[in-house]
């Protein structure tokens, strides 16, 4: 049976943009936008007994915790139950391929690490950032990636888009068009 709401999907590594572009895509159209990363972190703040849900210490241990299987199948019921009411953007690293492999629209954001942790650091920092510093944050990012890489799986029907030399307004409306052709 096919699903009554639409569940737009965008996977991705680390600081690949997906929860801030999925924030706005989900604006767009007036979906809601259920960040997956965000439950893994919820019950790491849990068990550790931590609120900062983006503290280091919650980032270190995040990606162990969603190694567990009973804590995956939890995340995921969760997603799935709010998507049988709502239309949906879903940002993740199995959205596509596990959680709703009927997604109506698949998307898989890649960019260069080195990209990747030169926005992550300007965000944090709100500064332009030495060659040095994206050095370390890029060292960072690849072990994250390495660690996150058995759940990082992308479906076979994503739309890829290299975010690299893209502004986000350019990748939303890129998104967004792909959503209105569904
Ligand atoms: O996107 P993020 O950095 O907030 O994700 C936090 C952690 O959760 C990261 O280690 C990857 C993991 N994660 C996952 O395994 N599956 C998802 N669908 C989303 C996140």
């Known amino acids: 049976m096919s699903r009554s709401k639409i569940v737009i999907a965008i996977d991705g590594p680390a600081a690949s943009g997906k929860s801030s572009t999925a924030a706005w895509v989900a604006r767009e159209l007036g979906f809601q936008h259920l960040d997956s990363g965000m439950l893994y972190r919820a019950e790491t703040g849990r068990r550790l007994g931590i609120a900062d849900l983006r503290s280091p210490e919650v980032t270190a241990n995040v990606s162990a915790v969603a190694q567990i299987p009973s804590v995956r199948a939890a995340v995921n019921a969760e997603l799935r139950r709010i998507a049988e009411t709502e239309n949906v953007v879903v940002d993740g690293r199995d959205i596509g391929s596990v959680v709703f492999p009927d997604a109506q629209l698949k998307i898989f954001l890649v960019a260069d690490p080195w ?68």
């Open 115 to 182: 990209e990747r942790a030169r926005r992550r650091l300007h965000q944090k920092l709100g500064r332009a950032v030495l060659d040095a510093e994206i050095a370390d944050e890029t060292r960072r990012l690849v072990e994250r990636d390495a660690s996150d890489a058995t759940n990082t799986l992308q479906a076979r029907d994503a739309v890829l888009i290299d975010t690299t030399y893209l502004t986000q307004e350019e990748q939303v409306q890129r998104i967004v068009s792909l959503a209105q052709e569904c």
